[in-house]
Structures are given as C-alpha cells and as structure tokens.
C-alpha cells in the first residue's frame, strides 16, 4: 500500500509541475492547495530537496521548485525517496537485497519467483512514468 508521505510527495510534486511559473513556492500554498498538513508536507519537501528533486530557497520570495523539468523527474526516483525500496520483498530488490531470514533457497522459493514479477512490472511501469505523465 503507498503510505500517505508518497502520495502527499506526488500531489505537492505535480502542484510544483503545474505552476507556468517557475518561481519558488511557499509551502503553505502548497500545503492549502493540496490539503496537506504544512508540518507533514515539510518533511516530505526536505526528503526530496536532499535528494535533488527539489531546490529550495530561503527568505521573501523563498519557498520549493522543481530543479529538473518534469519531463526528467521519474517515478522510480520519486518513490525511492519516499517510499524506499520498490520491491515487495528484500530478497528481490535491487538496490536493497537482503536474504529472507525464514528461506532456505531463493532459487526454489514460490514467493521469491512471484516477487520478481511484480517488482519487474512494477519497475517498467515506474521507469516509463514521468512527473509530467502525472501533470496530464
């Protein structure tokens, strides 16, 4: 289940990819405009600026934009970010493989095969999804 950081992350990314304007925006806009709580969407905005999705400035006029065009933003970046690895289970994910604790053999295990499927489509449809894809 996507946890409410993510979905918050892609509502105030496609507010931010919306805007004709490319100027910084304040938080609280965001956060009224989406209906999001201004503490929450904070942290949520740090996440994604430490990443490089985001830049910030600070002061009048300050406030969040997008650093890439939207059309280079992809879903597998943004949900890294947010939501972590993309894969179900440790034992299948690429960048934070762990074996299961309770498997004696990947190669043979039901779920393990099942997983990689869904990781693999989950992962193509991720891969060919852009911020701009969403703003449509």
Do not use: H, W
């Amino acid at each position: 289940m996507l946890s409410k950081k993510t979905k918050y992350g892609l509502k105030a990314l496609t507010f931010l990819a919306r805007q004709e304007s490319k100027e910084p925006i304040q938080i609280a806009q965001i956060s009224k405009s989406e209906n999001i709580s201004q503490k929450f969407l904070e942290s949520i905005l740090l996440s994604l600026r430490k990443t490089g999705i985001l830049g910030s400035k600070k002061g009048k006029g300050g406030g969040y934009y997008l650093i890439k065009e939207p059309t280079d933003i992809l879903m597998t970046d943004v949900i890294r970010v947010l939501e972590g690895p993309i894969a179900m289970v440790p034992c299948v994910s690429l960048n934070f493989y762990e074996k299961c604790d309770d498997c004696p053999d990947e190669a043979t295990c039901c779920v393990n095969k099942l997983m990689i499927q869904v990781r693999d489509a989950t992962l193509k449809i991720f891969r060919n999804t852009t911020l701009k894809d969403l703003c449509v």
